[in-house]
């Protein structure tokens, strides 16, 4: 499924518009229609008692389509406008002037006070306040009635967004509602699907108000939720070379978990040989616990990190792989990040940069752009704060838009780690991966994901694909972790653990729970 900005989506209202002829008032006939299913089919309408707020804009022209089909169908119904009426424009204001002429009370709100008994007596309430434009700070009434909202203990149904979330970023301008439904109109918009918007949400629901084909699925509209191709069949006849070689130049003294979570993670996700290169101190430690594991012991530095000189034999073990992995516990020893940018630059394969890799090819980005073959780094959000030189904040403010041009400008493929994780493509497409959970917040949950990514890849996926399949089976693994144990201590080994499991569930297909939260969206 699609997924919109705010301004893509003012453009396909005005092809609805006026290339197809589908006039603004069905437009929000639609729109409202869709709120009134959502919250007959989950809620209820006869004998109920509704509260609906509506701003001054289109979103408050929604909320009163769905005041009259509530009216209508045998619901008590109590309009509440935040502004002056006078400037409903449009069909906002046609909807308002159908309202006022029928036996529903419409009230502008002078205070919050002047209807915490309303709120406080109804069953329900509709949240028409502000649309997905809203760009600056809630503040003054707007922000009472908001704080008298999520205070009621009362359903909330959002029309298109949860008040006060940014629809482009999923912030909170300030303050936002807390919806138990959503119904947003054409697509789901950014600021739906990302934190902290997509909490906010409750449900959502997707309702295309009559938009064709041909404009939801738009090739112009780059966003979209990651819901991957399937795996080729294992090769019933197939031995561990059939199934994916990868190399791990990883681990360094006192760093032992990530070289063995990322290596042993391939092998776990399905892929057919994993070989280790880590320094030769460590590798009998990682062999107890990842006897699977082949290890190719490395020539130390004198802080116990992989040296420079094992570089010429590395570039002729590669050329025998089908991916590598660079970084997980190097170190930041600097004769190793040298290694690492060295290495980044003559490797000829598929190539995985993740952990203290990024943080070496940072002071070299040069590096990754001139590679011919296909690279893939796994930033968190302090690593890309590194790659780009922006801050943590700003990058967090703008997700999207930041993946899009350091992907573009590095001709790379970026997983931005994290909360509903982000993966983008050097031709600006970006995927919002749906699986996973906050357990997952772990130290070497990244390294299990490198392992699990260059696995679908040994599987038979083309790396594109395989990024896209990987992020995705390492989030199911974690949320089968947490239903089993809750996702408080759920550690690395965990999401390791269940990634069998995890792999076999995608292959026979998912649960209809997990489904349906995977899609992002019910579509009404």
């Given amino acids: 499924m699609k997924v919109s900005s705010v301004s893509e989506m003012r453009a396909l209202d005005q092809t609805a518009i006026k290339e197809f002829g589908i006039a603004e008032e069905l437009l929000m006939e639609n729109a409202g229609q869709a709120v009134y299913f959502v919250i007959l089919t989950q809620f209820g309408i006869g004998g109920k008692r509704f509260v609906v707020f509506c701003g001054t804009g289109n979103n408050g022209g929604d909320g009163l389509v769905v005041a009259r089909k509530i009216h209508s169908n045998g619901g008590a119904v109590k309009v509440f406008l935040l502004g002056d009426p006078a400037k409903f424009k449009g069909v906002a204001r046609l909807n308002l002037d159908i309202v006022s002429r029928l036996p529903i009370q419409v009230q502008r709100i002078e205070s919050p006070e002047a209807i915490q008994a309303d709120v406080a007596h109804c069953d329900a309430i509709v949240d028409g306040i502000f649309g997905t434009g809203l760009v600056r700070e809630v503040g003054g009434l707007y922000r009472d009635v908001i704080d008298l909202i999520n205070h009621s203990g009362r359903p909330v149904f959002s029309v298109d967004i949860p008040s006060g979330v940014n629809g482009d970023t999923g912030q909170v301008m300030g303050i936002a509602v807390r919806a138990d439904h959503t119904i947003t109109f054409g697509l789901p918009k950014i600021g739906n699907v990302l934190y902290p918007g997509y909490e906010l949400g409750g449900k959502l629901t997707v309702s295309h108000i009559s938009f064709p084909r041909s404009m939801v699925d738009a090739d112009s509209l780059k966003v979209e939720i990651n819901q991957p191709p399937q795996l080729p069949p294992r090769d019933p006849a197939g031995h561990k070379g059939s199934f994916g070689q990868a190399l791990f130049i990883a681990g360094a003294a006192g760093y032992l978990g990530a070289p063995y979570f990322s290596a042993l993670s391939f092998l776990k996700a399905g892929g057919g040989y994993s070989r280790l290169a880590a320094p030769a101190s460590i590798t009998p430690f990682i062999a107890t616990k990842g006897s699977e594991i082949v290890l190719i012991p490395q020539h130390e530095t004198p802080d116990g990190s992989i040296a420079l000189e094992n570089k010429r034999a590395l570039l002729e073990l590669i050329e025998r792989m089908d991916v590598v992995v660079l970084g997980p516990g190097l170190s930041l020893a600097e004769e190793t990040q040298q290694l690492a940018r060295e290495l980044a630059a003559e490797i000829e394969k598929p190539l995985l940069i993740d952990g203290d890799g990024i943080t070496a090819l940072c002071q070299d980005l040069q590096v990754v752009r001139e590679r011919k073959a296909e690279t893939i780094l796994t930033p968190h959000l302090g690593e890309m704060s590194r790659m780009t030189g922006m801050s943590v904040r700003d990058i967090d403010a ?11 400008d590095l001709n790379a ?22 699986s996973g959970n906050s357990g997952m917040a772990t130290a070497g949950s990244g390294d299990v994901l490198a ?47 269940y990634m069998p499991a995890a792999a076999k569930m995608d292959r026979e297909g998912l649960p209809e729970e997990l489904r349906e939260e995977y899609a992002g969206a019910r579509v009404v």
């Fill in 413 to 434: 493929i970026v997983v931005l780690k994290g909360a509903h994780s982000l993966i983008g493509y050097p031709d600006e497409r970006v995927f919002i991966n749906m």
């Fill in 398 to 408: 703008d997700k999207i838009d930041v993946l899009q041009r350091t992907a573009r």
């Fill in 451 to 497: 392992g699990t990514i260059s696995a679908m890849f040994g599987l038979g996926l083309a790396i594109p694909d395989a990024v896209r399949k990987g992020v995705f089976i390492h989030g199911l693994s974690g949320d089968l972790a947490a239903l089993d144990k809750g996702e408080d201590g759920i550690t690395a080994q965990d999401i390791l653990d």
